[in-house]
């Protein structure tokens, strides 16, 4: 069954504490994986997209990064500002199809 | 450049009652999403169209649920008759290809009583 996982499902950290979120991945025939940001009551938005194993992408404070089974989102020197949920979400070759996980709550203190 | 328009943004209703929920996308994309989010979940795809046609409609419940794409440009989702579990965010999002990055409306948060 296809599946996608993200872990931890909540995270506190401490305003410059550095952390990754990870989502692991089983489905047949990876196409992307996106990482989105959501605010509270917002939709999803965009932050990163990678197509291969090895691949790595940044922007600002936040790195992905992809291998053949998970991605994971690094955050370096996190700021308050940075507190939101982080979304994965895995398209596949095979009926394209895509699968949101369930995200992890970021929550980071001044 | 304008984002994707849902409208209502916000909807109370009795079950078993009927409502619909509109999208606009951005302008020149070509695919659309709807997706159903429940409170701490992440979004569930319910429908993907192409342009005019539906690419994959396999987690929407097709038995009170229905959507469709006019002219290839703006949506709409029904359901009839709404269940208690139907209370939830429905997002719409559009991108340019299928299956690439994608730009979310502001979402239609959904309470049925």
């Known amino acids: 069954e296809d599946q996608v996982t993200q872990s931890p499902e909540a995270l506190r950290l401490q305003e410059g504490e550095s952390s990754s979120l990870n989502c692991s991945y089983t489905v047949s025939g990876l196409r992307g994986l996106f990482w989105y940001r959501q605010d509270p009551g917002k939709g999803p938005e965009f932050l990163f997209t990678l197509y291969s194993a090895g691949e790595e992408k940044e922007k600002e404070r936040l790195k992905a990064t992809l291998t053949k089974k998970e991605s994971f989102l690094h955050i370096t020197a996190p700021k308050p500002e940075d507190s939101a949920t982080y979304l994965c979400?895995?398209?596949?070759?095979?009926?394209?199809?895509?699968?949101f996980g369930k995200g992890t709550r970021l929550h980071i203190l001044p | 450049e304008a984002g994707v328009a849902q409208s209502p943004r916000y909807k109370i209703i009795e079950k078993r009652q009927s409502v619909a929920f509109w999208c606009n996308p951005i302008?020149?994309?070509?695919?659309l999403y709807w997706y159903q989010q429940i409170l701490g979940q992440g979004p569930k795809l319910l429908i993907q169209f192409q342009n005019n046609g539906v690419v994959d409609d396999s987690q929407l419940p097709k038995d009170r649920f229905s959507a469709e794409r006019l002219k290839g440009v703006d949506s709409t989702l029904k359901i009839q008759p709404a269940k208690l579990e139907d209370s939830a965010v429905y997002l719409c999002?559009?991108?340019?290809?299928?299956?690439?990055?994608?730009?979310f409306g502001p979402g239609t948060r959904l309470t049925v009583l």
């Open positions: 302008s020149g994309h070509a695919t």
């Open positions: 999002a559009s991108s340019l290809g299928l299956l690439g990055r994608q730009y």
């Open positions: 979400a895995v398209a596949m070759n095979r009926d394209d199809k895509i699968i």
